[in-house]
C-alpha cells in the first residue's frame, strides 16, 4: 500500500495507541505506523513504566486521570496484558502531595512524612506496546525497520521517502518519534517547538521484591523506588540531569558516571539498597519546555501532528496523548463540507 489516510511515524507506546486511537474512531480510513526498528524498541523498552496518579499542572492531572481510566478499562477487558497494580507510598510534605495528586488517588497519612496513596500500576511497555500493534495489523499497516528520510509538503498530499527507498503518500502525519528529535527528516519542521533530550537512567537493584512490597516515591527528589514482581528485582529511578543527549549514541549501557551519581541519590533516601546495585538502565526522553507533552499542529503545516515530550511520562500520559492528537487529526474531517459527520 502506497498511499494511506494517514501515517503515524513512530511505534513506541504514543505511536501505537494513536494508530489504535484513529482506527477506534474511524475504522474505515486507512492508517500506516511506521518505525525505524521494531515496535517499541526505543524508549518504550527502556520505561519503567510507572504510573502515578499525579500531574504538576491541571493539564496534566486530566491527562493522568484520562490514561489511568483508559489503562483500567483496558485491563478489565484484556487481564493477561502486562499491567501490574502496584501500593504506592509517597515521602513528601502534605500540601505537595495534596496539591500534586489526583482526588482518585485518595492520599491518606501513613506515618510521619508518608502519605499511601491509590491508583499506582505499572507496565512492560515494550511488551503492551508489541501487543497492541500486533492487534493492529490487518486494520493498519504496520512498517517496522521502515525509517522515514525526508517529509515532502505537496500542496495536496505528503510524501514520505522511506529508508526502503520507496515512498508513502499520506494526507495526515502524526509525528510521534519519542527521543529521535533531531532526525534530518524533521528536525527544521520540530525546531519552534522547542524540545530538548535529556538522558534517563534507572539502577537494577538484586534484591527479590515480596509479594506486598510498594512504590516509594520521593517527591523533593523526584525518585522512585519500584518493585518490579514480574522481573524479580528493584528498580531505582532519579532526576538526571545530563541533557542534549543523541539516543543513538547510548548503546554502551551504564557508565562510571551514571552509576556513580545515582547511587549518591540512592544512599540518600534509601542506603539500604546501595549495596545490591550494579546494573540498570540507560536511554533518554525528549522533554518539553512547560512540563507538559505537547500535542499540536506543527507550524510549517498543520497537516503533521507533533505528539510526544512527555518528560519521561510517555506511558503514564500516552492514551491522553493519543487522544489528542487524534482530535486535532478529526478537525479536517469534521470541518470539511464534503464528509459526513456521521
Excluded at 21 to 44: H, I, M, Q, W
Excluded at 258 to 278: K, N, S
Amino acid at each position: 500500500m502506497n498511499e494511506v489516510d494517514i501515517a503515524v511515524v513512530g511505534g513506541g507506546i504514543i505511536g501505537c495507541l494513536t494508530a489504535r486511537e484513529l482506527l477506534a474512531r474511524r475504522p474505515e480510513r486507512t492508517v500506516a505506523l511506521l518505525d525505524r526498528d521494531s515496535v517499541g524498541s526505543g524508549a518504550s523498552r527502556r520505561s519503567a513504566g510507572l504510573h502515578f496518579p499525579r500531574g504538576a499542572t491541571g493539564r496534566v492531572r486530566g491527562m493522568a486521570a484520562y490514561s489511568q481510566q483508559y489503562y483500567a478499562e483496558l485491563t478489565s477487558h484484556r487481564p493477561e496484558l502486562p499491567i501490574h497494580q502496584v501500593g504506592m507510598d509517597v515521602v513528601g510534605a502534605e500540601q505537595t502531595v495534596r496539591r500534586s495528586y489526583l482526588a482518585s488517588a485518595r492520599p491518606t497519612p501513613a506515618t510521619a512524612g508518608v502519605w499511601q496513596v491509590e491508583g499506582g500500576q505499572y507496565a512492560d511497555v515494550a511488551g503492551l506496546t508489541g501487543r497492541l500493534a500486533s492487534e493492529l495489523r490487518g486494520g493498519a499497516v504496520v512498517h517496522e525497520g521502515t525509517g522515514v528520510t525526508a517529509i515532502g509538503l505537496g500542496p495536496e498530499r505528503i510524501t514520505l521517502a522511506l529508508s526502503s527507498g520507496g515512498e508513502l503518500t499520506v494526507g495526515q502525519v502524526v509525528l510521534a518519534p519519542g527521543p529521535w528529535i533531531a532526525s534530518p527528516a524533521w528536525r527544521e519542521l520540530v525546531a519552534p517547538l522547542g524540545v530538548r533530550v535529556k538522558k534517563v537512567v534507572a539502577l537494577h537493584i538484586d534484591l527479590v521484591p515480596a509479594p506486598t512490597d510498594r512504590v516509594v516515591v520521593f517527591q523533593a527528589e523526584d525518585a522512585f523506588l519500584l518493585p518490579l514482581h514480574d522481573r524479580g528485582h528493584w528498580l531505582f529511578s532519579y532526576t538526571c540531569q545530563e541533557w542534549g543527549v543523541d539516543p543513538d549514541a547510548l548503546g554502551e549501557g551504564l557508565s562510571d558516571q551514571d552509576l556513580g551519581d545515582a547511587l549518591a541519590v540512592l544512599r540518600a533516601v534509601a542506603p539500604e539498597y546501595a549495596a545490591h546495585c550494579a546494573s540498570g538502565r540507560v536511554f533518554c526522553d525528549a522533554y518539553s519546555g512547560t512540563g507538559e507533552p505537547i500535542v499540536c499542529p506543527l507550524p510549517a503545516d498543520p497537516r503533521v501532528v507533533f505528539a510526544g515530550a512527555a518528560n519521561g511520562s510517555g506511558y503514564r500520559l500516552a492514551p491522553a496523548i493519543a487522544a489528542q492528537a487524534a482530535d486535532l487529526i478529526d478537525i479536517p474531517f469534521l470541518t470539511s463540507p464534503t464528509r459526513s459527520h456521521a
